[in-house]
């Protein structure tokens, strides 16, 4: 510490005694009365700093990857369990993906390598969680919707006409879960060598991994391959869209009816047609709070170029909304173009139980490669199909 308190004590004095010399009704007085203050304020702040760090012993703080690479050592030396808690691994060991910003370190041969920032692969954001669809982590049971499918009106009638019964038809919804997981092989050679925060790096690529697959299910337009269950509330209506019309089936076609609108010019539909996309989600009377649209990139550029009428100088798509909703990009190949619109507050995204990610030394071991497995359950319910739209 290079504080002079010596400097400061001297100082106080002196003021001090010109305080005691002075009238309050002096001009100086308020002026040397600050000054006093500030240096006493300052001088008692470094004297409690100073006695602090006298009494507390210097601790020195390991690196994120020195202490991951400690972790892996004692998972090899079986003295603790290969389970973490992925969200506590990211969060404890590491609070950014690079720790290591620009140390230089020096190569045998005598140059200097300086260790940028690791550089990711380019990708379109990601837009599951700014959908407006319910999220939930940790849930236990089983998860259910008890539904109304069903409305009831009064009757008309005069004095002494009789009141017919009416029905109340109930349902219930049930989320499904699906298992999402991932393992990630890292050789030991990288993890004793890197000069960056690789469990970081790790941790944060497998969130990213689990993100990229709930953003391509929710948002998806076709029927998958695996666990077709798992998918958002677009795809029954683009699979419906896509079907030739002789061989719609009649859920098919009243989907088609309500659901869809065609656009009379290929990848470049007029303001109308946008609006009537919405007109359709108005229609069948949904919470329009989360209302917004999701297109690609190429759909995106056109729109900010059409007009929305003669003269104007108003654009369908300004400052990233259409009217205010919010415009979302995905770089689906399937989205070539196609607008789609809904209100994704209807769809209930949940993580079941725990997420761990276990680090697994022994099963690569042969090939000197340390894995990173990861397990969840996840479930992707749509609660109301009606409130979604897409146009062609």
Not at 3 to 23: G, I
Not at 173 to 188: C, D, E, M
Not at 212 to 225: A, C, D, E, H, Q
Request: charge should be negative; aromatic fraction near 8%.
């Amino acid at each position: 510490m290079d504080y002079n308190f010596k400097q400061a004590e001297s100082r106080m004095r002196e003021l001090n005694n010109q305080l005691k010399a002075m009238a309050s009704a002096d001009e100086n007085y308020n002026a040397l009365e600050r000054e006093f203050n500030n240096v006493k304020r300052e001088y008692e702040m470094n004297l409690n700093l100073r006695n602090r760090e006298a009494s507390e012993p210097m601790t020195l703080v390991k690196s994120p990857n020195e202490q991951f690479r400690e972790i892996v050592m004692e998972v090899r030396a079986g003295k603790r369990d290969g389970e973490l808690n992925l969200r506590d691994a990211t969060n404890a060991i590491t609070s950014a993906v690079i720790q290591s910003g620009e140390k230089t370190n020096m190569v045998s041969a005598g140059l200097p390598v300086e260790n940028k920032p690791l550089v990711e692969p380019l990708e379109m954001d990601l837009i599951y969680n700014l959908l407006g669809i319910q999220v939930a982590t940790g849930v236990r049971g089983a998860l259910q919707w008890p539904c109304l499918d069903t409305s009831a009106e009064v009757t008309v009638g005069g004095e002494l006409d009789a009141v017919g019964d009416v029905t109340l038809d109930f349902s219930k919804i049930t989320a499904t879960p699906y298992k999402l997981g991932i393992s990630i092989a890292v050789s030991n050679e990288a993890i004793n060598d890197a000069s960056f925060d690789l469990l970081g790096t790790v941790a944060t690529q497998i969130n990213k991994a689990v993100g990229r697959t709930l953003n391509k299910r929710i948002l998806m337009l076709t029927t998958p391959v695996a666990k077709p269950g798992f998918v958002g509330p677009l795809k029954d209506i683009a699979v419906a869209l896509n079907t030739e019309s002789q061989n719609r089936t009649d859920a098919q076609d009243a989907i088609v009816a309500a659901q869809t609108e065609s656009f009379a010019t290929p990848n470049a539909p007029t303001y109308k047609e946008i609006k009537a996309l919405k007109g359709k989600v108005l229609k069948t009377g949904a919470q329009m709070s989360g209302f917004c649209y999701v297109m690609d990139a190429a759909m995106f550029s056109t729109l900010e170029a059409t007009s929305k009428d003669t003269g104007s100088g108003t654009f369908v798509i300004e400052n990233g909304k259409i009217d205010g909703a919010p415009v979302f990009l995905t770089a689906d190949p399937a989205y070539a173009g196609v607008v789609a619109a809904g209100c994704f507050g209807y769809v209930a995204l949940n993580q079941h139980g725990n997420d761990f990610l276990v680090i697994d030394p022994y099963t690569g071991a042969k090939n000197n490669k340390t894995l990173f497995i990861y397990n969840a359950d996840f479930s992707l319910t749509t609660i109301k199909s009606e409130p979604f739209a897409i146009g062609k």
